[in-house]
């Protein structure tokens, strides 16, 4: 339920609703800059407009809608602006970059990859240490020792992490290595994950599922908001389509679709989303031109000795180029890299 408070409605106004929906055992999120707009969510069970009877102050109430209100545009009109750490901030006016090997292999390759993309202009080192693999006999992630390498990695070329966790119990140590916690594609709906990332306190980037609509997608963010924790971003890595040229169909109607709909801010993955290293460069500049806030990239200093997605990394030049063509881009849309 949305509560929006009259332009005029004075702190003891908005206090005697925070503590009526309290008091009834619902939590309340707050938003608005000129008027107040208080989220009022249950974890399953929806409050009813009857509980605010004979208070004043309340210009409206809504209750039906999507099935996501915390994330919504309704509920916050502005652009969230996500601090991620170090400074970086997604969703402002400088395009964030975070880029790195699929998964992080040795302690050679992860350093050589850090040392390269933080020279280019990247913010945030990626790296997989749980990997979600389609076989079970395909390389699954090193695991602790994984995040321990890409910390490192990243801590001596001024970067940030980012890390994909599959489970809950992964959360404490991943969130002990990184700086924003990745939910993988084919985890998007993986509730029990979702609510735990929500009592998080780290950044969350919710990859969108291969098969999702952005109802689902923006439904599944809903469930890290409604726990708790309101970092979130949303990522588009391609959907399963009928065609076969590209391992998946990049979507990028959905960063403007997104962004009518919700105030996170979104990221967008051309490696996954095209599976092809060619088509990587030519798909972010896209993303930058749609108004993406960020890109996620995969880069390797030799892609064919690559322990996992080595047919979609970039080398390490390419990813010269990347940075070099998308400044142009960004700036034509009012952003700086
Ligand atoms: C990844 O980022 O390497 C990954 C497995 O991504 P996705 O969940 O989008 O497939
Ligand atoms: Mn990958």
């Known amino acids: 339920m949305i509560v929006l408070m009259a332009a005029k409605a004075s702190a003891g106004q908005i206090a005697d609703v925070v503590e009526r929906v309290t008091k009834a055992g619902f939590s309340v999120r707050r938003s608005g800059m000129e008027r107040v707009v208080l989220g009022v969510t249950g974890a399953g069970r929806a409050p009813t407009p009857d509980l605010l009877d004979g208070l004043s102050g309340i210009a409206e109430i809504s209750v ?18 996500i601090d991620v750490g170090g400074g970086v901030v997604v969703g402002g006016e400088r395009l964030v970059v975070m880029a790195g090997p699929c998964s992080v292999e040795d302690p050679e390759t992860v350093n050589r990859v850090a040392a390269s993309v933080a020279a280019a202009g990247a913010h945030i080192l990626r790296g997989g240490a749980y990997k979600p693999r389609t076989s079970p006999y395909a390389f699954q992630g090193l695991g602790e020792e994984g995040l321990y390498l890409l910390r490192q990695a990243a801590a001596a070329n001024g970067l940030l992490t980012i890390s994909e966790v599959m489970e809950p119990s992964q959360i404490p140590l991943a969130a002990h290595y990184c700086d924003i916690l990745q939910i993988g594609a084919r985890n998007m709906q993986n509730f029990t994950l979702l ?9 969350v ?19 890290v908001a409604a726990c708790g924790n309101p970092d979130i971003l949303l990522c588009e890595r391609g959907i399963r389509t009928f065609e076969r040229a590209t391992r998946n169909t990049l979507d990028l109607s959905a960063v403007p679709a997104v962004k009518a709909r919700s105030h996170l801010p979104i990221v967008v993955d051309p490696s996954h989303g095209t599976g092809v290293r060619d088509h990587v460069l030519p798909m972010a500049k ?18 064919e000795r690559a322990v996992s997605d080595g047919a979609q990394s970039l080398r390490l030049e390419q990813f010269d180029r990347l940075m070099d063509e998308l400044r142009p881009v960004a700036e034509a849309v009012g952003r700086t890299v």
């Open 195 to 203: 609510r735990e990332l929500g009592r998080s306190r780290r950044p």
């Open 286 to 303: 896209a993303a930058v031109a749609a108004g993406a806030d960020a890109i996620i990239v995969e880069v390797h200093p030799e892609p």
């Open 205 to 223: 980037m919710l990859k969108r599922g291969p098969a999702a609509t952005l109802e689902e997608w923006l439904a599944a963010a809903e469930y």
């Open 64 to 81: 039906d809608g999507p099935e996501y209100r915390l994330v919504s545009r309704a509920f916050q009109a502005e652009d969230s602006q």
